[in-house]
């Protein structure tokens, strides 16, 4: 993280309870005041959240901002630890329905420091990027003796599944509930046969049997 070396901006909300709105007005008084001698202190202002469609305050508190502006880190460190902040600090608690928060941000960007963040971060994340890729390729890449090694565990895993599906003698698996026969029998299922799933058509089955016969006297007249 870069150390802050010019001005430093401080901003502060108070959730202030209805029924301590005229105090905090005091002290919060008592401490722009005071704070005016204070090393420097370039700005502070105190503004009160205005009446909106999505407004934080309510019947029970109002949202006030504090925005200060200090030369350096330093000045505002220096009026932190002066008498007037710490009576403010000390007071001010038990006027609030939660602890007050506090951000601190630097200096407005112009155009040409948004331009060179940006650049900075693009740069930022293809060297992010790059590094992965570089640790990822040692992952992908395999030497030949680990290809071959890869490839007769494949080879095995085949053999094996072969042996499995010749565990059989070579016939088709058998249906449940019924015979190898049944299994080798075809379907007969045929479009627009009449017949049922399973059964063979017969004018199939007689001229396949005709076929057989003629065949056969064909071969005894010879």
Known sequence: MQRQIGPVYAYLTFHVRTEALADFCQV???LIAGSARDTGRLRMDLHRELPWARQVSNDDFSLFLMCQEWATPADLEAHVASAHAMRFNE????ML??????TLFGAPLSPSELARLGAEATAAAEAEAAEARMRSRPMAAQSPSQTRTTA??????????????????????????????DAMR????????????GAASPSR????STLLTQSGSAMLHK
């Open 28 to 30: 919060a008084a008592v």
């Open 91 to 94: 007071v001010v608690s038990r």
């Open 97 to 102: 329905i939660v602890e007050p928060s506090a």
């Open 152 to 181: 007769a565990g494949s080879t095995g895993s085949f053999a094996g599944t072969s042996g499995s599906l010749n565990s059989s003698g070579g016939l088709p698996p058998r249906l449940p509930g019924g015979s190898r026969d």
């Open 186 to 197: 075809p379907s007969g299922s045929f479009s627009g046969s009449g017949h049922a799933a």
């Open 205 to 208: 089955s007689g001229s396949r």
